[in-house]
């Protein structure tokens, strides 16, 4: 610094001037070393943060998407996945069964609610093992003891058997709490996007459900709409 000054015509510098701008430049470059060393401090920080997110969003969404209970997906995760379903072209389109589990609130009369849970929980697991033979199938807890099964571009041939081998295995579970045991079975009432000519989902939900329905009024533990 002191030598540009004399560069520029400036008056010649004393010793102590030379001194004391050399002093000042020395102080001014070690606050920028300081700031720069901060800036960077700051920004590992923003990147360590930015890392943490991106590996806690899908256990949130997780999370979200789960249900506490039987760790099947919940109405989240469907409302947040199921147009995207339907606006994919497929052959198969999209296929939803909505299944109830028959006379539930009687079940949880006769044998108390900590059993209807347990019933709940062990009517997933058999369900979700069911399903693990394909990454396109979707178990969803609407609430309560009404649940989903949704195939995502799967052979609507091989989804009428899965259902079928699960209305079957379902009757034929047996369950035990606290040295009580009980049978249950199921209704299920199905819709297909192509089959049925169906592009919005609430369409398609409602169609499945009617179908449901239909499936308690001619005796229960049956499949309509296959």
Do not use: W
């Not at 001014?28 to 070393?33: F, N």
């Not at 994919?88 to 109830?100: Q, S």
């Not at 709940?120 to 003891?145: A, H, I, N, Q, T």
């Amino acid at each position: 610094l002191a030598g540009n000054l004399e560069e520029q015509g400036a008056k010649p510098l004393t010793a102590g001037e030379r001194a004391d701008l050399k002093k000042q430049d020395l102080e001014i470059r070690r606050l920028l070393d300081e700031v720069g060393d901060k800036l960077t401090q700051k920004t590992f920080i923003i990147e360590d943060m930015t890392n943490m997110l991106e590996q806690a969003n899908p256990l949130m969404s997780k999370l979200l998407y789960k249900d506490n209970l039987t760790l099947a997906y919940n109405r989240f995760f469907f409302t947040a996945n199921i147009k995207e379903m339907l606006a994919r072209v497929d052959d198969n389109g999209v296929t939803l069964a909505f299944i109830d589990i028959d006379s539930f609130r009687d079940f949880n009369t006769r044998y108390g609610h900590n059993f209807g849970d347990v019933v709940l929980k062990e009517f997933c697991y058999l369900v979700s093992e069911e399903l693990r033979r394909d990454p396109r199938l979707y178990l969803v807890r609407v609430g309560g003891d009404e649940f989903l099964i949704l195939g995502d571009g799967v052979d609507r041939k091989v989804m009428a058997e899965l259902l079928q081998t699960l209305l079957q295995k379902v009757a034929a579970r047996d369950l035990e709490y606290k040295g009580r045991k009980a049978h249950i079975h199921i209704s299920m009432g199905v819709a297909n996007s192509i089959k049925d000519g169906v592009e919005d989902y609430l369409r398609l939900y409602n169609l499945a459900d009617n179908r449901l329905y239909a499936a308690k009024d001619f005796g229960k533990n049956r499949i309509v709409g296959l």
